[in-house]
């Protein structure tokens, strides 16, 4: 079901979430830039997304991994980054199907990017719907 959101707001407790899995694992999320204003999509699908990559995120890195969203035209760019290996091929598992598959249902797409000089990006972009 298609909602609206304030995007800060909304980030923010999804980070909040990862704050007790960062104390007892040792590794933390952080929130880089996040423009302001709202979001209109399946706000349940993409929450479960965000979840997924952050997870795959902290499966690669021993310590951080951060979530930053670009507006980009009439749409957000969400990129996950984290510091474990850049080996680009070792990131595409069957785990990132799941969100490939999600972000194509929200009418966006997704793809990796290298983090030099460590770690990899998954990046994907979705319409703001507003």
Same mark, same amino acid.
């Given at each position: 079901m298609y909602r609206?959101?304030?995007l800060h707001p909304f980030l923010t407790s999804l980070v909040a979430k990862f704050a007790p899995y960062g104390t007892r694992y040792?590794?933390?999320?952080?929130?880089?830039?996040?423009? *302001?204003? #709202?979001?209109?999509t399946d706000l349940a699908l993409l929450s479960t997304v965000l979840e997924d990559l952050i997870?795959?995120?902290?499966?690669?890195?021993p310590t951080t991994a951060e979530i930053s969203v670009l507006q980009v035209a009439a749409a957000l760019?969400?990129?996950? *980054?984290? #510091?474990?290996s850049q080996d680009l091929e070792d990131r595409i598992p069957d785990c990132l199907q799941f969100s490939r598959e999600a972000i194509a249902e929200l009418g966006g797409s997704l793809w990796l990017e290298a983090n030099p000089?460590?770690?990899?990006?998954?990046?994907f972009v979705v319409p703001s719907g507003n």
């Open positions: 609206s959101a304030d040792g590794n933390a999320l952080t929130m880089g830039a996040v423009p *302001a204003g #709202r979001i209109y997870h795959n995120a902290f499966s690669h890195s760019q969400f990129r996950i *980054a984290d #510091r474990g000089p460590q770690g990899a990006v998954v990046c």
